[in-house]
């Protein structure tokens, strides 16, 4: 059974993205099918060729960030490293990147003879709508504070006093010193001993016998 609505303004939105994640990211040869009249699984089939694995892997993180960024879900990714084809399904969007070796095998292009094209050109130039457009917020007067008196009766609190700070004694100068030096009581002389004189007369020495 085939779809035979048209696709949401929010999918569309969402394909601008996509193509301009990949034009970003250098992908090549993008092309954009609408198979909305034809499929009963998605909506749009974006194809693009990346250079190598290493560059599919790129734009697989880059489409990851846009798709959950629009906060679209990703019912599936194939991304088998090696096969040359990464396949994101964000189910009204269905994205096929491969490398060119592996583009040229399958043709993906040639099954879908019956859809329309779209211009990548258009969707990059035309202008991404805004996901939720909100309401305008309605400016409310800004109610005015009716100026506080001061109740000139009210005394300040005196103010806590500062106990004294003691102050250490400074260090006195050699000059100082020498005065307090002075100052002190000198003290007294020991008296002298009154010197013992020596007897004139000697005793005559004892002669040995």
Avoid at 116 to 127: G, P, Q
Avoid at 165 to 185: L, N, R, W
Wanted: glycine share 2%; charged share 30%.
């Amino acid at each position: 059974m085939t779809q035979s609505t048209s696709p949401q303004p929010a999918t569309t939105n969402l394909l601008k993205l996509i193509c301009r994640a990949l034009d970003d990211k250098k992908a090549e040869d993008v092309r954009v099918l609408d198979v909305h009249k034809q499929s009963s699984i998605t909506d749009y089939l974006v194809l693009a060729t990346g250079t190598s694995d290493p560059h599919l892997r790129a734009l697989r993180v880059e489409l990851e960030k846009v798709i959950d960024a629009a906060k679209a879900q990703i019912l599936g990714m194939d991304t088998d490293q090696g096969s040359g084809w990464l396949v994101i399904d964000a189910f009204d969007i269905m994205v096929h990147v491969f490398t060119p070796t592996t583009r040229k095998l399958y043709r993906l292009e040639t099954l879908w003879k019956d859809a329309t094209e779209i211009t990548v050109a258009d969707l990059l130039a035309d202008k991404i709508a805004p996901a939720a457009p909100k309401a305008a917020p309605t400016k409310k007067a800004a109610a005015k504070k009716a100026p506080v008196k001061k109740s000139a009766a009210k005394a300040k609190a005196p103010a806590a006093k500062k106990a004294p700070v003691k102050k250490a004694p400074a260090a006195k100068s050699p000059a100082a010193k020498k005065a307090v030096a002075k100052k002190a009581p000198a003290k007294k002389a020991a008296p002298k001993k009154a010197p013992v004189k020596k007897s004139a007369v000697k005793t005559p020495a004892r002669k040995k016998k």
